[in-house]
Nanobody
Framework: QVQLVESGGGLVQAGGSLRLSCAAS????????MAWYRQAPEKQRELVAS???????LYVDSVKGRFTISRNADGNTVYLQMSSLKPEDTAVYYC?????????WGQGTQVTVSS
């Protein structure tokens, strides 16, 4: 079992920045891939960014150049640095990681961007 806890969400004005954190109960982010998803009201959950165990990253087109995914050296925390935020970035952000064929999810953190 792995517990994932997101933090760092909040209310920010358009153009502002936030850094989300996802803390894992085990150091799994070096040997296992992880991802950030988000879900806006009445919309499907969508992949925002992912990081493979080799450190390779992928971003959805809408956040390229604005968001950066990273992890700490211990492999137990991942981050999503979000800059130049837009109202359409408003959503609940979730981190997820896979371990032994099981996907674990955090509870989510709300990000609200005001115009």
């Amino acid at each position: 079992q792995v517990q994932l806890v997101e933090s760092g969400g909040g209310l920010v004005q358009a153009g502002g920045s936030l850094r989300l954190s996802c803390a894992a109960s085990r150091s799994i982010f070096i040997s296992n891939g992880m991802a950030w998803y988000r879900q806006a009201p009445e919309k499907q959950r969508e992949l925002v960014a992912s990081m493979a165990n080799n450190g390779a990253t992928l971003y959805v087109d809408s956040v390229k150049g604005r968001f950066t995914i990273s992890r700490n050296a211990d492999g137990n925390t991942v981050y999503l640095q979000m800059s130049s935020l837009k109202p359409e970035d408003t959503a609940v952000y979730y981190c997820t990681a896979g371990l032994n064929g099981v996907n674990f999810w955090g509870q989510g953190t709300q990000v609200t961007v005001s115009s």
